[in-house]
Nanobody, 121 residues
Framework: QVQLVESGGGLVQAGGSLKLTCAASGSWYAIDAMAWYRQAPGMQRELVARISQGGGEYYADSVRGRFTISRDNARNTIDLLMNSLKFEDTGVYYC???????????????WGRGAQVTVSS
């Protein structure tokens, strides 16, 4: 079973930068796409950025050009570098991974517990 742990959240002023890291540990057959989601208070969880096993990237329109997702398959980590942060970027950021536990299993999505990012205006 895979565990995902986020780190790097915190409080930052608008215009500042933060970097989030998600580390996967445990056992699995394969990890396909990994992603960052966020959830603001009272809002639904939304996809922020996604990266495939091969490094293909997707960004939500609201963060494109400001956020960069990267992946280190050797270390089983993904990062989210967030620049030019805005008040509306505030929320809990969750890491996700599409995991295949064994050769015979289908992929299932796993989640971390989340990291709080607060941007002060």
């Amino acid at each position: 079973q895979v565990q995902l742990v986020e780190s790097g959240g915190g409080l930052v002023q608008a215009g500042g930068s933060l970097k989030l890291t998600c580390a996967a540990s445990g056992s699995w057959y394969a990890i396909d796409a990994m992603a960052w989601y966020r959830q603001a208070p009272g809002m639904q969880r939304e996809l922020v950025a996604r990266i495939s096993q091969g490094g293909g990237e997707y960004y939500a329109d609201s963060v494109r050009g400001r956020f960069t997702i990267s992946r280190d398959n050797a270390r089983n980590t993904i990062d989210l570098l967030m620049n030019s942060l805005k008040f509306e970027d505030t929320g809990v950021y969750y890491c996700s991974a599409d995991v295949q536990n064994s050769y015979w299993d289908h992929r299932t999505m796993h989640w971390g517990r989340g990291a709080q990012v607060t941007v002060s205006s």
